[in-house]
């Protein structure tokens, strides 16, 4: 068998580009807003992260030129040697004040913060325990600590105190996304954060899709609940209503202090670009700002999960503007994402392994800054396509 033998068996891609209904790598001509321009055309965007409708905003876009004519295009060097900037330090601490932590540090990605945060604090003969649909950068981050993985079934309470438990005489990481990227349910943290107490479980909470979408001034998952003083860890993204690309951990300054002296993704890898970094920083100045844009994505949400629902679209167990429509097969998923494309709105397919098999989704999310008019153009749309695909009887 021959190294290669694998590259020549994977047809599945090329057989959906063949039947027209291949929904990956898809251009985008223009900024991402509530449209974008996508073959020629103006289309409504409800496949974006973009929650706050941020990344076109001229006070973050300007932040970021500003940033090119002072410090230049990159860094040329890893924060551990000489690409720590000014503009660093000042976004680390408008991140610890926001999450309500001692300290942050910002990385180059948001993959790269469970990478390194977990491969550096985890080592041989502990345990990271994670809930099994954690996003992928957490479940590589705990395959590089050397620890032992454990995983528990979704948001299931019973099911984690039963994985504690076995490892109740292990140090031991429970890492939880706050909000769940397809899912868009919310972990249950008041019960997590009362487990961990009883079995002396060190707790991490991924915030990538709850920064800027839940709390106080989109401060996050933590805050929503108030328990920010019983995460051990908080990180969060930039690519999601922070309107840019990085990510950040936040927690005690001697922890913090550990991470930045073993994370070898913080180490090794050159610093965020200064562009980013000071759009970051604007962005989380009008997110505090502008608090109209919290309220907006939170009525936009309730308008087309009301909507979705009235079309007989089953959307699981939503919370949050990620709002799933669950339509069954694989195909089902990619037919829908073409004609929905066709018909003038964008939106993703999430099939398996992402899911369990014939539970294939059409992943949906809201911006701050979409318009009643088009969040009903759009479910307009998707009801009529998923009568005629056979997806909804309504």
């Excluded at 891609?13 to 251009?27: D, H, I, P, Q």
């Excluded at 001692?102 to 990271?128: D, P």
């Excluded at 913080?266 to 670009?273: C, E, I, Q, R, T």
């Excluded at 997110?287 to 699981?316: C, P, Q, S, Y």
Aim: proline share 2%; charged share 25%.
């Amino acid at each position: 068998m021959g190294l290669l033998d694998k590259v020549s068996n994977f047809t599945t891609a090329r057989e959906l580009m063949a039947a027209g209904a291949y929904n990956f790598f898809r251009v985008i001509e223009s900024a991402q807003e509530n449209t974008v321009r996508y073959k020629g055309h103006e289309i409504i965007m409800l496949g974006s992260n973009n929650y706050l409708g941020l990344t076109n905003h001229p006070r973050v876009k300007e932040a970021a030129a500003n940033a090119i004519t002072k410090y230049g295009t990159g860094t040329a060097g890893s924060r551990f040697l000489n690409g720590t900037l000014d503009i660093h330090i000042e976004l680390e601490e408008k991140l610890a004040a926001l999450v309500g932590k001692e300290k942050a540090l910002v990385f180059s990605t948001g993959f790269m913060v469970n990478q390194g945060v977990l491969s550096s604090l985890v080592t041989r003969k502990e345990a990271i325990i994670v809930d099994r649909t954690d996003h992928a950068s957490i479940i590589d981050g705990a395959r590089l600590s050397f620890g032992d993985v454990r995983k528990y079934r979704h948001n299931d309470m019973e099911n984690l105190e039963l994985v504690l438990n076995k490892e109740k005489d292990t140090n031991k990481l429970v890492i939880v996304d706050g909000v769940f990227s397809m899912e868009g349910d919310i972990a249950k943290l008041p019960e997590i954060v009362a487990l961990c107490k009883k079995y002396d479980a060190f707790l991490m909470v991924d915030d990538a899709h709850g920064v800027g979408v839940l709390g106080d001034h989109g401060r996050g998952t933590c805050n929503h609940f108030g328990l920010t003083d019983d995460a051990g860890l908080i990180m969060g993204t930039f690519s999601k209503s922070l309107a840019s690309v990085g990510g950040f951990v936040a927690g005690d300054e001697d922890v913090m202090h550990f991470i930045q002296h073993h994370s070898r993704a913080l180490m090794f890898s050159a610093s965020m670009p200064p562009a980013s970094v000071a759009s970051v920083s604007a962005a989380l100045d009008v997110m505090v700002e502008e608090t109209w844009r919290h309220d907006a994505l939170w009525r936009n949400n309730d308008i087309m999960r009301e909507r979705l629902k009235d079309a007989g679209f089953d959307t699981g167990p939503s919370e949050t503007p990620i709002i799933p429509a669950v339509v069954g097969e694989d195909m089902a998923a990619f037919q829908m994402c073409s004609r929905m494309a066709e018909e003038g709105v964008f939106v993703n397919p999430v099939v398996s392994p992402a899911v369990d098999k014939g539970n294939a989704l059409i992943r949906l999310s809201l911006m701050a800054t979409h318009t009643e008019d088009e969040i009903n153009k759009a479910m307009d749309i998707m009801a009529r396509v998923g009568r005629e695909l056979g997806i909804v009887n309504k």
